[in-house]
């Protein structure tokens, strides 16, 4: 009798009946794990913009047909003394030959022509003069640069942040229609007892305190274990990202490109927003009351 009434003492609402501590959760952590991923992809979206905008906008290619020594000596030393050149690396002709497999197979055969890769030391301004020199010195020398299909895929970059920050305000509006919802219908399963308190002195600040606290602690829970489940596909993820963003494929880096400090903060974050919804839910619903 006197582990009853200490049990009535604590939680004098009921709320441990009227709100479940396996649906509310386990909705949260659903909507916690969509928002892992919404916030690893706008991140990742954001690395990737920013080093093909910063890299690989940077790089030149300059093919030289009929690569024969004198020429490609003729084409690195006019390159390599250019101020606008940071590096000037010939590429091996095995190398080009890997690259071009896919396409054109195994041709022994076939002549190709000399690679140079080219990095830059500022913004591809002027390459128009260093094309005019290039060809002068070694005729037949063709010079590409790769700034407009950089400029679209970080362009494809940006709109995938975009849709992910938007995927993201839809979870956090789904999350706070859920725990509304679920709020309601605790509200509604203690009305009487809520009513019988309220009738006894409680105050609606303090009603709503206790239904917020319950809530709170719920979907913190709940986050805290759709962070949890987001882990391991999130390292999946950023394994097969780490190629285009420049990494080694080992274990340690797909673990260190998962966002740890957002996953950290949705628990709070999932606390915070279940604690106002159900303070603001509570109170309209108090202030309805007959």
């Not at 009535?8 to 916690?32: C, E, K, N, Q, Y």
């Not at 203690?190 to 609606?204: F, K, M, N, Q, S």
């Not at 719920?218 to 949890?228: C, D, K, M, P, T």
Request: charged content about 20%.
């Amino acid at each position: 009798m006197a582990e009853r009434r200490r049990r009535i003492s604590r939680d004098p609402l009921g709320l441990r009946r009227a709100l479940s501590d396996r649906l509310l959760p386990g909705l949260v952590a659903a909507m916690a794990l969509l928002a892992a991923l919404a916030l690893a992809g706008a991140q990742g979206a954001d690395r990737l913009a920013d080093r093909w905008q910063g890299g690989a906008a940077a790089a030149v290619t300059v093919q030289v047909p009929e690569p024969g020594r004198e020429r490609m000596a003729a084409a690195l030393a006019l390159l390599r003394g250019d101020r606008a050149v940071a590096s000037a690396e010939a590429v091996s002709a095995e190398r080009v030959a890997e690259l071009l497999r896919p396409w054109l197979g195994n041709a022994p055969s076939l002549i190709l022509p000399g690679v140079i890769e080219l990095r830059l030391r500022g913004s591809a301004e002027g390459l128009e003069g260093l094309a005019g020199r290039l060809s002068a010195a070694v005729p037949g020398a063709e010079l590409e640069s790769h700034g407009l299909w950089v400029a679209r895929l970080a362009a494809l970059a940006r709109s995938v942040q975009g849709v992910a920050l938007a995927v993201l305000a839809l979870v956090a509006g789904v999350a706070m229609a859920v725990v509304a919802v679920a709020t309601r219908a605790g509200l509604a399963a203690r009305r009487e007892a809520i009513g019988v308190l309220h009738d006894l002195g409680a105050t609606d600040a303090g009603i709503a305190g206790r239904f917020a606290r319950r809530v709170g602690m719920l979907a913190g829970l709940g986050a805290l274990g759709g962070a949890a489940l987001a882990v391991p596909a999130l390292a999946a993820l950023s394994g097969l990202a780490l190629p285009l963003s420049g990494g080694e494929e080992t274990a340690g880096g797909a673990l260190a490109g998962v966002p740890w400090a957002m996953l950290a903060a949705l628990p709070p974050v999932a606390a915070a927003i279940g604690w106002g919804t159900a303070q603001a839910t509570v109170r309209r619903w108090l202030r309805n009351m007959p």
